[in-house]
């Protein structure tokens, strides 16, 4: 058996689980469109040396990972990383290649070298948090968070790891927004620094207890040609809830914030933490839960049990 | 023990537009060989890089996709793999890259300069979803049985996790396949940021040889079919034996000195293989020919293989490829295997590392059919090593 608990980078609770207790959950717990002088101070406070030269989405992964990772216990070489979110590495790759271009290669720092790719959070959170078994980037589609949550299963399930950290990331920063609007998308791209914890250890009693039933990825049959990864997020919309276990009677809404905000890759890790945080919980109860992601060409489907536990004692 | 077939293989690389090509070059020690301003303007330090000759660079809409060289290269290794499947069955596609493609941030920055980067709305999408990612996805789709599955990025060793991955994948379920694709086309950054870390080589690369002094960039992109183990046939076939992987603290980009990485990546392969260290017909190594890489590297091969398999390794000949070196380095296990021959390292005879029987000037005869170790390491401490070779009641 295999459970999920998420932390946020963003959460102001410590080291509490997001799901702890009946607290409602915001979005604001996960998502936030930081203003520069907040994200100066997340990188002052995230406490990892030579930080100047990384991206903030790695010190986005690394403070909510750090949470995540106090909460297992085992050894450093028993915990890996399938890390998602994106783009991750935009901002330091634009200014590493301006360089060159405007001074050629004798003035690069190659200090930023290797946070110009996208296994730079991976990477970063495997050595900032101690997880020595792996560190894999998943690539940066709407449905990736489920393909993390796929091939985080499957190395556990293979001996590989007994836990799985899964960083879902995005920088929603300047050089990301002029991406952005290049492309001639909608929305503002915002910030998440998410962590979901996948593990074969069952967390301890107390709050929102989230098991992982099942986790598919199918392929469908015929198929258009048309925006295999962009367009996911339709089809969360659409297929996101099982009706009887939704509070409310929409089963849209959890996704509401997505008519504003862009967070790529990291969409469906927040998406799965609002279809929870809608479940109509009572203790002892398990309810459950199927979020699917659905591409043109496949689809994800990601079946949980949820339940309320008594919490025994202080965390 | 794994026991996956690998039943088809396609690449295209400096030495040859097809992987029988790039084979035949392997085996010959043939090179191909340019100066860096010849791909890159821009550059005006480097000695060389590997480039494969008349490729295409240029950055065109496709169906609204930004495509460039590394699509083409994923695009044309990954059908040749696929040529000779013969039946149905569904064939999920993994792949990986170092950098993606990584044009689109070169052409982006340099069009901004002159503020003439508003109107290329698909190169800035190329770079929101990754457009070697989003062709391939589109391209296998059109396929009534294929789609992708997921696209890693692991710096050099993102091919190595994508083949695990789509081994994980296609694991007990009968006749299925999984495509393995790893690419990565030269970079401006790439070049530039190896020329300023000190690591690119000043004469030519020599991996595991005392002369060394760095490495050689490279492009290529490397495929791999896979079919899962319960497909059951009378032919014998070199198999995915085991896999091990390890990720380190040491340091950004420089593995640990003593090779621990390396070590454990390898015994945990060996593990799974069901293999013993003495029974390894032949090493093809990670190997970039820089000192930190090669020592580490050579120090843990001596701990694990006392006795000596003859090593190669594929960088002098093909360049570091970057994300598709360490599926280049598979599809060499998996044909020394079938063929019974290990490529040399280099053209030339060096005095190499003490302990390691580096394999040089010409082929060296292995067992057909003997189990083969690869390994690849990567930036952030990622190690991962494979096991290739006939399944032990075919041995």
Partial sequence: MLWLTFYSAFYDWGRTPLFYGRRPLQSEAVLRNCPDEQRTALTQACGVRHAKYHTFAELLAVTACREGRASLPMQDDEVGVVATGGPLHTPVAWDFTRTIQRHGVELLNPMYFPHMLQSSVGCTVSAECGARAFAITVGHSRASFHECLVAGSDLINSGFARAVLIPSVNDGGPRNRVLHQGAGRDGTPVDVGLCCVLSSVRPKPGGVLVELKECIMSFLGARNCTNHLRDAESDFVAEHLEPHVVQSPDATEPLRWLDRWDAYAATAAVSMIEAIAHVDLEYAKPRPVSVRARLPAKSVLVSLTVSLEEPTGDF | ?395
């Avoid at chain 2, 060793?157 to 296609?170: F, K, V």
């Avoid at chain 2, 020919?289 to 090669?294: F, I, L, Q, W």
């Avoid at chain 2, 040399?344 to 190499?352: F, I, L, M, S, W």
Wanted: aromatic content about 6%.
């Fill in chain 2, 1 to 395: 023990m794994w026991s996956m077939p690998v039943v088809g293989v396609g690449a295209i690389s400096s030495l040859g537009k097809s992987w029988a090509e790039s084979w035949s070059g392997l085996l010959s020690g043939r090179r191909y060989r340019v100066s860096p301003s010849d791909v890159f303007p821009v550059l005006t330090a480097g000695h060389h890089v590997t480039s494969i000759h008349g490729i295409d660079r240029t950055l065109e809409c496709v169906n609204g996709v930004a495509c460039g060289a590394a699509l083409r290269l994923a695009l044309a290794a990954g059908k040749e793999a696929l040529a000779n499947i013969l039946g149905g069955g569904e064939v999920v596609v993994y792949g990986g890259s170092n950098h993606g493609e990584s044009d689109l941030v070169s052409c982006l920055t340099g069009r901004e300069e002159i503020g003439d980067a508003r109107n290329e709305a698909h190169l800035w999408e190329g770079l929101l979803i990754d457009s070697v990612a989003e062709g391939v996805a589109r391209e296998v789709q059109n396929s009534a049985h294929n789609a992708l599955g997921s696209w890693v990025y692991s710096s050099c060793t993102s091919s190595l996790h994508a083949l695990l991955l789509a081994a994980l994948a296609i694991r007990g379920t009968p006749s299925r396949y999984a495509l393995v694709i790893g690419v990565d086309a030269l970079s401006l950054a790439g070049v530039a940021g190896f020329t300023a870390a000190g690591a690119a080589t000043q004469t030519d690369c020599r991996p595991f040889s005392h002369r060394r002094d760095g490495m050689l960039m490279g492009e290529g992109a490397a495929a791999l079919l896979l079919r899962s183990e319960e497909a059951t046939t009378s032919e014998s076939h070199v198999c995915l034996l085991g896999a091990g992987l390890y990720c380190e603290k040491h340091h950004p980009t420089r593995p640990d000195p003593s090779g621990s990485g390396f070590e454990r990546a390898i015994r945990q392969a060996l593990s799974r293989a069901s293999v013993a260290a003495e029974e390894i017909a032949g090493l093809v190594l990670h190997g970039t020919g820089t000192a930190a890489n090669d020592d580490a590297e050579a120090l843990a091969v001596r701990r694990v293989f006392p006795n000596r398999p003859p090593a190669t390794s594929l960088k002098s000949s093909l360049g570091h490829t970057m994300g598709a070196s360490g599926l280049f380095n598979c599809l060499t296990a998996f044909e020394a295997s079938r063929s019974g021959a290990l490529p040399p390292t280099t053209p030339d005879r060096e005095t190499a590392i003490e302990g390691i029987d580096l394999v040089q000037e010409c082929p060296r005869t292995v067992r057909i059919g003997a189990p083969i170790v690869t390994t690849g390491a990567a930036f952030g401490g990622n190690y991962a090593a494979f096991v290739f070779g006939h399944t032990l009641t075919e041995r």
